[in-house]
């Protein structure tokens, strides 16, 4: 409607001018805008759509290339350093395009320690210590638990490859996450309960995961 009124007014001002003017200039461009509007549109799906499809053949690699699973990282890790497994995680190494395990462990003394571990052969190949700020929200988390982030681990495997596995010590349903993988990128988030190792959906994920493709929309 409103096109329509600024066509009628450069009309009436060519003719009282005494001049030409053209009014489909500004449908044309109206429209070549909107054109070029959709083919823009249309042109960041398809990057999207390239980079989750090169996102998943790079998890599908990782996954792959890991000959140890992640209960077998979190055994080898407590072998090395003693203490409570905290996390595992099959991640690229730092700085480089290596994958490895790499598993956080709080020792008795309240140090947190990062240990590296080989996905082929399980052998730990790097260990350092970190600064952590939540120490004694994990141990009050951990307090009274009966399952351990191994069994956490294997409880998780029955629904696919496990790729990571950490403690949620926040709010009131205090758990073990794992995330596993499926062939062709397919991934699911799970919660484990502290006591009984029951293994639930992680409902409140997928539920992130689709306010996340809303807000897309």
Known sequence: ?????????????????????????????????????????LSGD????????????????????????????????????????????????????????????LSGDNTWHSVSVDPSSGKVIGSHTDEEDDTAQVRAALKGSSVTAEEAAKAAAGKGVVTSVDLDEDGKDKSWEAETHKSGGAEQDWKIDLKTGKVTADRSDAQDDDADNDDQD
């Open 1 to 41: 409607m409103k096109r329509n009124i600024v066509i009628a007014a450069v009309t009436a001002a060519a003719l009282i001018g005494g001049g030409t003017a053209t009014a489909l200039a500004t449908t044309g461009d109206d429209t070549g805008s909107a054109r070029q509007t959709a083919d823009t549109r």
């Open 46 to 105: 398809d990057v999207r759509d390239d980079q989750d499809g090169a996102d998943d053949r790079d998890d599908d690699a990782r996954v792959s290339s890991s000959k140890v699973t992640a209960p077998e990282a979190i055994a080898s890790a407590l072998k090395h350093t003693s203490g409570t497994a905290v996390s595992a995680e099959l991640d690229d190494e730092d700085d480089s395009a290596k994958v490895v395990w790499k598993v956080d462990v």
